[in-house]
């Protein structure tokens, strides 16, 4: 677990993200906290700690594990004023799709690592590949979680990955419309 405190200079008080980490590679995850600094202005601090997934949410017929329940369950533990991002291993999905690569809701967001690696498709394994894969998905998700919705820009980090090539070909960050609707929000 990776917890994240950040002052977000456009809110009235404290503002707390927390990264839950099964992920045990410091270097992704320093990275993934730097880019979410840079995208929404945020202060980190980062700390690491350990494993969240259980069974509570794993689909046994489909060897994947469920993100809504894990979304719900870690919606309960959620306090005001803070938001919640877990990084998990296990191969993640939501009714009505075979897999997903990360899904947010009310405060919550999840990101699976699973078929981020280039191990899952066949290829030699990949730091830097990997890496900017988790920080696209983990900046995506965060941008939900701001209120942010999918872009047609296909190079915006806000843009639906429907496969691993829409991942690869985005980039990291928000595109000109995007940061002009986040300013927007944030004013409100």
């Known amino acids: 677990m990776v917890y994240i405190w950040f002052l977000d200079k456009y809110s009235k ?5 927390k990264i839950f980490s099964e992920l045990d590679n410091q270097e992704a995850l320093e990275t993934v906290a730097k880019l979410l600094v840079e995208t929404y202005n945020f202060e980190v601090v980062v700390e690491y700690i350990g494993k969240i997934l259980d069974h509570n949410s794993f689909n ?16 309960e533990k959620r306090r005001m004023n803070e938001y919640l991002l877990l990084i998990v291993e ?3 999905y939501a009714s009505g799709l075979n897999y997903i690569f990360g899904l947010a809701w009310q405060g919550v967001a999840v990101v699976s690592t699973h078929r981020l690696r280039q ?3 066949g290829q030699s394994p990949d730091r830097q590949i990997f890496i900017e894969r ?5 900046v995506h998700e965060v941008g939900h979680l ?17 496969w691993i090539g829409d991942t690869d070909y985005k980039s990291w ?4 419309k995007c940061k002009s609707k986040l300013g ?4 409100q």
């Open 90 to 92: 296990g191969d993640i």
């Open 119 to 121: 191990e899952f498709y």
């Open 60 to 75: 046994n017929k489909r060897k994947q594990y469920d993100a809504w329940k894990l979304v719900e369950i870690y919606g």
């Open 184 to 187: 927007k929000l944030r004013a």
């Open 134 to 138: 988790l920080v696209k998905e983990a």
């Open 13 to 17: 008080g404290l503002l707390k993200i």
């Open 173 to 176: 960050t928000l595109c000109q």
């Open 146 to 162: 701001n209120g942010l919705t999918h872009c047609n820009d296909r190079r915006c980090v806000m843009a639906f990955s429907n």
